[in-house]
Structure formats: C-alpha cells, structure tokens
C-alpha cells in the first residue's frame, strides 16, 4: 500500500507555539513575515553592492572592492545627513514617507547591529541627531520590504513625498550615484577654524581623499590641513564644551555599565569626573 505524498508549502507560513531549548520553552521572537522582510531586505543589499561593483565607469571599474568601499563611506554621510536636521514627525511611529534611500537603509541597518553602541549614542545627548536615532530605534523591516521589488530585489520607485522629505532634511539627491570619480566632492567643516570646505574630495591622489585611509584637506579659509583625527577631536572638544555649559551630555562609551549594560548616569558621571578633575552638573 503506497502511502499519499506529503505536501509542502514554498515557505512556512506559521512559527510553532514555543521552541524547547533544554528545560525551557520560549515563545518565538519574531514572525515568519519579519523573517521574509529581513531576507528580502538583505537581498537587496546584495544587489545593491553587485550593481555598484559592475559599474564601467569611476572607480569600481578599476577596483571593485575600493568601489564599494567608497559607496559605503557615501552612505553613511547620508545617514549622518538625514539624521541631523529636525524632523516635525507628527506620529511615534515611521511612515513610508521617513523611510530613506536605500543606501541610507543599509547604514541603519548596520548601527543597529550594534545595539549597545546604537542605545547609547540614542540616549547620551540631548540633540537633533539623538533624537532622531531614538525614533529609529526599532527597524519598519516589513515596511521597507514592501518597498522592495519582490523579483528583481531593487528599490521601488519613491513616492514624491518620500523623495522631498529627504530631500529636503538632507539637503542631497535622493538617488545617490553609483559611480565615484576623482572628482566628486563632500562639503566638510574645518575643526580648527569651523568653516564649511565643500571642495574635499571622495578620492584624491596619495590616498587622501575622506573615503581613504589617509584623509587629509587643507582649509580653504585658514589654510590649516586636516584630517578624520582631528575632526574626532573637534567633536569631542564640542561634547566636553556642551557638558560644561549645562548641557545633558555623557562622554561615549561612559552611560552604559561594562558588564550589565544597564544605563547609568552615575557610573557616567564617575568617569567624567576622573577624567576632567572637577565634578561638572547639569
């Protein structure tokens, strides 16, 4: 007697209750449909770093892996961009109108698979940027999905208010080039004199344009040649001016406890204290 062939769905549409794990039976922490959106998500991030590395032109052309790396660093001055300026949001939560390019996803997506350092840098200041980071604390993944061609796994195009929105907040183009040349450029504020450079380059020969390792521009004001150490420093300097002025700041790396990772002001405020002699309040 032949027994009936067991059928399959192409994927499972439905999680068991609990999974044991020894003595214990914890419930599932995500959705079959959060799984589906992640996957299409990170599949589209794959087609995105194959398009840029097949580009003809610029420099992927030459060097596919320095070609994404330059992508990469682009991105992140977007994120940095987006998230800067002050939002208006009417709602807690995100709308499809929010939601960023896709490269702009992509360095999101990589800070929150930092969740320590993505929490802390949330919650350390109190300034636009933190702000902003607090209510993208939770990723829309089954939003963004949907804004995913299923088949061809690139970006659907925008809606026009989604594409003004970052337009507008980022002051950039919402499609970001594919294709970096020598003589692509980034406006970049001087840390001695403060003044906006929109002259420097992505890439630059001897390797100093700000998407290699040694960054270095000099001022079109002040004359003075710098580079990603300095830029560092100026910001630290700012974070240590804002706290002595009264402002809600807690050094990097100082708010959360080493072992427990539980938040702590105190336990920030003892490094502060160590490392500046005085005891500064707010």
């Known amino acids: 007697m032949s027994l009936p062939t067991p059928s399959y769905s192409e994927y499972p549409t439905s999680l068991p209750a609990h999974f044991p794990i020894g003595s214990y039976q914890p419930t599932p922490l995500v959705s079959v449909t959060e799984l589906q959106a992640h996957l299409r998500l990170l599949g589209a991030f794959h087609k995105l770093k194959e398009d840029v590395q097949s580009q003809v032109e610029g420099i992927a052309a030459t060097n596919k892996e320095f070609g ?21 949001k009417s709602s807690p939560t995100l709308s499809e109108t929010y939601i960023p390019p896709l490269d702009v996803i992509m360095v999101w997506h990589t ?48 809606s026009e208010k989604r594409q003004l929105f970052f337009e507008q907040v980022s ?21 001695f004199c403060a003044h906006l450079n929109q002259s420097a380059r ?9 998407a290699q390792t040694k960054f270095s521009h000099t001022c079109d004001q002040c004359g003075t040649s710098f580079n990603k150490s300095n830029i560092g420093v100026r910001r630290f300097c ?21 072992l427990s990772g539980i938040k702590s002001e105190a336990h920030s405020i003892e490094i502060m204290t160590k490392l500046f002699g005085v005891r500064v309040l707010f």
């Open 68 to 88: 994404w790396v330059v992508f990469v660093n682009r991105a992140v001055y977007r994120f940095f961009a987006w998230t800067a300026v002050t939002w208006n």
């Open 111 to 158: 800070y929150l698979l930092n969740p320590r350092a993505f929490f802390e840098d949330a919650h350390r200041m109190s300034t636009t940027y933190c702000t902003n980071l607090i209510a993208i604390e939770e990723m829309p993944l089954i939003l963004i999905s949907s804004l995913i061609d299923p088949q061809t796994l690139d970006p659907l195009p925008p």
């Open 171 to 191: 002051q950039m183009p919402y499609h970001m080039p594919m294709v970096t040349g020598y003589s692509d450029i980034l406006t970049l504020k001087c840390p």
């Open 202 to 210: 992505w890439v630059a020969d001897g390797e100093s344009g700000f």
């Open 238 to 258: 700012e974070e240590v001016t804002r706290r002595r002025v009264g402002e809600r700041v807690f050094i990097s790396e100082t708010l959360l406890q080493p």
